[in-house]
């Protein structure tokens, strides 16, 4: 059974930082491409973030670029970002999501953890 | 960047009726189109992928169409585990886009 379990989320002041991870077990973590989406309270989903499985490829949506940095730990089957320079828009449920095989889509995924940015 | 708009933006059902909802890409994305299924508090569930492919275990009452820039997702028969928000996503480019989403009430 596939399993994500994200953990880091917190309260943290405008211009922080902090770092996201997501334990995943259940697969052979390395073969697949991971990403990390997010959803502000009440609004819709977007898609933030995602890395290939060898860790070699990573892509960003422009909202946050330069800001987030996505990682993964493949011998410990851990996926990441870090995320720098907080603002209040970046407040929302994170997900990490396992993709599938060959295509963009995001098959499991966890069940969030919140990020408050406020003062 | 390729935008999803999904319509309509919340949908009154009873249990039973068919339901249809619309999801158009700005560019055209062949048939790369997932549907996901998101309840209060929960995170999103896979249902379909490349349009029309139905996820392991998802009930056959679901099912997508579609090709090009504009694609549906039909519930046949609503039944009342169905009452949640429904969201489409391109998966033809890294980026990813979700459409805004499609909240099905009760009526």
């Known amino acids: 059974e596939v399993r994500l379990l994200e953990s880091g989320g917190g309260l943290v002041q405008p211009g922080g930082s902090l770092r996201l991870s997501c334990a995943a077990s259940g697969f052979n973590f390395n073969s697949y491409t991971m990403s990390w989406v997010r959803q502000a309270p009440g609004k819709g989903l977007e898609w933030v973030s995602a890395?290939?499985?060898?860790?070699?490829?990573?892509n960003y949506a422009d909202s946050v670029k330069g800001r987030f940095t996505i990682s993964r730990d493949n011998s410990k089957n851990t996926l990441y970002v870090q995320m720098d320079s907080l603002r209040a828009e970046d407040t929302a449920v994170y997900y990490c999501?396992?993709?599938?095989?060959?295509?963009?889509?995001?098959?499991?995924w966890g069940q969030g953890t919140l990020v408050t940015v406020s003062s | 960047d390729i935008q999803m708009t999904q319509s309509p933006s919340t949908l009154s059902a009873s249990v039973g009726d068919r339901v249809t909802i619309t999801c158009r890409a700005s560019q055209s994305i062949s048939n790369s189109l997932a549907w996901y299924q998101q309840k209060p508090g929960k995170a999103p569930k896979l249902l379909i992928y490349k349009a029309s492919s139905l996820e392991s275990g998802v009930p056959s009452r679901f099912s997508g169409s579609g090709s090009g820039t504009e694609f549906t997702l039909t519930i046949s028969s609503l039944q009342p585990d169905d009452f949640a928000t429904y969201y489409c996503q391109q998966h033809s480019t890294s980026s990813r886009t979700f459409g805004q989403g499609t909240k099905v009430e009760i009526k």
């Open positions: 999501a396992k993709g599938v095989s060959g295509a963009y889509v995001l098959h499991y």
């Open positions: 890395i290939s499985g060898s860790g070699g490829s990573t």
